[in-house]
């Protein structure tokens, strides 16, 4: 089992599921507002076609999705209900590409049910500021559970694409309370990190948006894996 890894995607797989962020929906959830989401439980398979290694994708039936409180500070301990991915997702290159990477990377088996979390995070008008010397900027959570784990062997986080922000930043932690990341980078277009959950911890840095009076966002994925 790797511990942390980095890839890269193609600017063609990023391009194929960059629209699919324009159709997410906010939740009643607490982080509703700003954490837009689509929420899928798949099963994965690898497939060879013309000697090229490929995966198949079944959407399972939707479930609810639920953390402890002892992982999740902020949400846990509630059931929560998203919509489905889109099939036109599922059945894109580029999100194909991202499951693949995933299950050769962790050595996943075949027929491995994994979670698929497809978030934009986009900047709020009226939450939490900072001052500035050009007076108060908003700032938005992207990760309000703080520095955690997901409960799963098996996590990856892919971005897809950052529009008027900064901030940001994934960083990943040895322990809870350490005062330093291991690695603290800018969740930028095609950067795929993956890490074991059951042994890092994982946090990203509020985003405030450049142009004040613009929306900004953070599209991105999270996908999650338990051994079986």
Not at 16 to 40: A, I, K
Not at 42 to 58: M, P
Not at 75 to 86: A, H, I, N, T, Y
Request: overall charge negative; hydrophobic content about 35%; some cysteine.
């Amino acid at each position: 089992m790797k511990l942390l890894q980095l890839d890269l995607l193609s600017k063609e797989s990023v391009d194929s599921v960059s629209d699919s962020f324009n159709n997410l929906p906010s939740t009643g959830h607490d982080d509703g507002r700003y954490r837009l989401r689509r929420y899928s439980i798949l099963e994965l398979r690898t497939t060879f076609w013309n000697a090229k290694q490929e995966v198949e994708i079944d959407k399972l039936e939707a479930r609810e999705f639920l953390q402890s409180e002892d992982l999740n500070k902020h949400q846990g301990g509630v059931s929560r209900k998203f919509e489905d991915l889109e099939d036109t997702l599922i059945e894109s290159e580029g999100f194909k590409q991202i499951c693949l990477n995933f299950k050769q990377c962790n050595n996943l088996v075949d027929g491995q049910e994994i979670e698929v979390h497809q978030m934009r995070i986009q900047t709020l008008d009226d939450e939490q500021s900072v001052l500035t010397k050009n007076g108060p900027w908003v700032v938005t959570p992207v990760s309000p559970e703080g520095v955690h784990q997901d409960g799963f062997d098996h996590i990856a986080m892919i971005g897809i694409n950052r529009h008027n922000i900064e901030g940001g930043n994934l960083m990943v932690f040895d322990r809870r309370d350490a005062d330093m990341p291991l690695l603290s980078k800018p969740l930028s277009a095609g950067d795929m990190f993956m890490l074991d959950d059951s042994r890092l911890f994982h946090d990203a840095s509020p985003i405030k948006a450049i142009k004040r009076r613009e929306k900004g966002y953070l599209d991105a994925f999270v996908l999650c894996a338990k051994l079986p």
